[in-house]
C-alpha cells in the first residue's frame, strides 16, 4: 500500500471513532454540476436565498473558496432518530418538524468533531494547510459528496446512500494535499417517481430539479415574508422543514439509525395551539440551541397560524384571535387567513372589531382578500 493510501486509511479510520458514518474523498467538482447549477439559478429557483446567488465564482470553483486544494474529505453524518411514516399528516393538532430539527443545531454538534478530524489530517501530513465546511459554505457538497462516492444524488435532490438511506448532513474538510480518492457513486433512482408524486406543492418540478420556492422546506424556513397564498393548504401542518419526499424513499426503508443523542428529540409534543400562545421570551426558551431559532419567533408561529388554520379545530379559534393583537404584522397577517379557514364568512365581523386600528399593509391585505371572496361568492 502506498503511503498515501495508508494516510488516508488513517485518516478515515480516525473520522469513523470521531462517529462519522460516511467517509469520501474527491478532487475537483464536475463541470456537469457546475453547469446545472446555472441553470437553476437563471430559473431562479433559489427564490430569495441570495446566497446562492451571491458566490457563483466561489461555488462554481473550489480553488476560488480555498486556493492549492487538493482533496475535499466528504463527510456523512447520520441524523436519523425515529421511524417517520406519512401518518404525521392525521394528526392535525400537531406541528410537523423535520426530524433534523427535533434537537440541537447540528453545525453546532458537528464542528468540534470536525476540528478533531483537521488535526488528526495535520498530524498525518504535517504544515499541510485546511477549511471546514458544514452546510453554510459556499460550495455544492451533493455534488462533491457523490463524486465522493458518499452516495447518489436522488430524484429530490438528497444524497441517498444505498443500506443508509438520506437522513443524514454532509460535510467537508478541504485539504491542499493529495490523498486517496474514492470511487464516485452510481444513481439507483431507476424508475421510481415516489418523491415527485408525494411532493404537496410539486416542488420537483423536474426530476433530480427542484423549484426551491415551490418547496416546504424553503417556504417554512427560509422565506421571510408572507407564505403565498396558493401554498398554505398545502403546507398542512409542517411547520419547520419538510421529510416527505424523503419518508416515500424506498431506499430509506433500510435507512439506519443513530445513537448520538445529540440528534434526540428534545420535546417530541409539538401542539400547535401551545406554540400559537409562546411569547418572545417563550420561544427563545423553548427553541435556545435548536435549528428552530432560525425562522424567528415570527417565523415559526406565521408557520404554526397557517397549519391551525389547516387543522379544522375550533378550539384554535380562541387563541387565534388573541393572536390577532400580536406584536409581529407577519404572524397576525396568517391569523387572519387561519381564522377565515376555520369560521369562514363568520371571520369577517369578528376582523373587523379586533383589527380596528390595524395599520399593516400586508394584515389589511389579507383582510382584504377574505372580503372579495366572499363578495364574488354573493355575487354568484
Ligand atoms: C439551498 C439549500 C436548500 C434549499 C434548496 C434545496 C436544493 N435541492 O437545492 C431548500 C431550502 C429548499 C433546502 C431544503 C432541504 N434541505 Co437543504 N441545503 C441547501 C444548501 C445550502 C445548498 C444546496 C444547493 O447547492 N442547491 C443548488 C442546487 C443547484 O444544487 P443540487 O440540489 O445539488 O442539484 C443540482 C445539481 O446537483 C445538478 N445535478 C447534480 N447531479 C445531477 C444528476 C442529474 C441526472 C441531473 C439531471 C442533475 C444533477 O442539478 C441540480 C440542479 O437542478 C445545502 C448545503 C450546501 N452548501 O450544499 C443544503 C442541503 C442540501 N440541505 C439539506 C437538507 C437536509 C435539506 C432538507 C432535507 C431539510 C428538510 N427536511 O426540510 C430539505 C430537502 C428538500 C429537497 N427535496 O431537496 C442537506 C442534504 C443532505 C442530503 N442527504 O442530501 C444539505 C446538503 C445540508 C447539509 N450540509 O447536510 N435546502
Ligand atoms: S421537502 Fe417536501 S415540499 Fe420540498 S420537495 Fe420534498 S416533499 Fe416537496
Ligand atoms: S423516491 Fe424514488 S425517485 Fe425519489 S429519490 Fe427515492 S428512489 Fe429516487
Redesign the pocket.
Known sequence: MSLINEKTLRIENFAKELGFDGFGVTRELSSKSIKKYKEWLSLNYQGEMSYMSRNVEKRSSLNAVFAGVQSVVCLRTNYLTEDKDMNFINKKDRGDLSLYALNEDYHEVLMQRHKELEKKIKEEFDGCQTKIYIDTGPILEKPLAQSAGLGWIGK?TNLITEHIGSYYFISEILVDVILKVSEPSLDKCGTCRS?ID????K??VAPYI?DSR????YLTIELKGVIPLEFRKALGNHIYG????QIVCPWNSFAVKTDDQSFFARDGSFQLIELMRLDDVAFRKRFKKSPVKRTKRRGLLRNVAVALGNSGNLSAVGPLIDALTDHEPLIRAHVVWALGELLGKKALPILDKTLTHENEDIVKNEVELLKQYYNKRKDK
Open positions: 429530490h418523491c408525494i411532493c404537496p406543492t416542488a420537483i427542484l415551490r418547496c416546504i422546506s419538510c421529510d416527505d419526499c
